[in-house]
Each structure stands twice: as structure tokens, then as C-alpha cells.
């Protein structure tokens, strides 16, 4: 059985850092793609990043430059470097096998003074 488990999330000012993890398990963990999603109050939730097995990587255009996808194939494990958040990354975020169905339960990030 597939489990996606998030780690990482908490309030953090404008301007400061959080670094995200995803633990998958039941999984040939390097052989997937692998996704970063996010979902704020009262709106959809929004793709922020992919990483394909041979470690390419795509962001959506609000966190480029500032976030940065990663993985290690030995730990099982995709990553989420959030730098210089804002009030506007305020979500609960999810990890994705891409080409699977089913969420971990999400990591809860809020960017606040």
C-alpha cells in the first residue's frame, strides 16, 4: 500500500525559510515522478512543483527563484525548499506520486507576522 507522509509545515514570518518532506512508502520510489501541490482557504488546490525520476524540475511561475524540489531516491524521500515566503504561500501542501492516484495528508505552512 502506497503512503505519502508530509513533514515540515509551520508559521514562519515574510521573508523566512521552511524546508518540506515527503516520505513515501509501499513504493520503486525512484523510478516516479514526483509532485509538490498546495491548497489555500477557499481556493483550489494548485500545482507548485514536479521532479522526474532523473531529477528534472518545473515550478509554477509564483515560486520560481524562491522554492527549489528535490529528492533522495535512497530515503524515499522529495523535499521542499521554500525561501523568502510570503503571505500569499499561506496553504496546506501536499506531496504526489505524479502518475498515482491518492494524498498524503498535507503539511499546514503559514507565512504571517
Known amino acids: 500500500q502506497v503512503q505519502l507522509v508530509e513533514s515540515g509545515g509551520g508559521l514562519v514570518q515574510p521573508g523566512g525559510s521552511l524546508r518540506l518532506s515527503c516520505r513515501a512508502s509501499g513504493i520503486s520510489f525512484d523510478i516516479y515522478p514526483m509532485g509538490w501541490y498546495r491548497q489555500a482557504p477557499g481556493k483550489q488546490r494548485e500545482w507548485v512543483a514536479t521532479i522526474t525520476s532523473s531529477g528534472e524540475t518545473n515550478y509554477v511561475d509564483s515560486v520560481k527563484g524562491r522554492f527549489t524540489i528535490s529528492r533522495d531516491n535512497a530515503k524515499n524521500t522529495v523535499y521542499l525548499q521554500m525561501n523568502s515566503l510570503k503571505p500569499e504561500d499561506t496553504a496546506v501542501y501536499y506531496c504526489?506520486?505524479?502518475?498515482?492516484?491518492?494524498w498524503g495528508q498535507g503539511t499546514q505552512v503559514t507565512v504571517s507576522s
Open positions: 504526489k506520486i505524479i502518475t498515482l492516484s491518492g
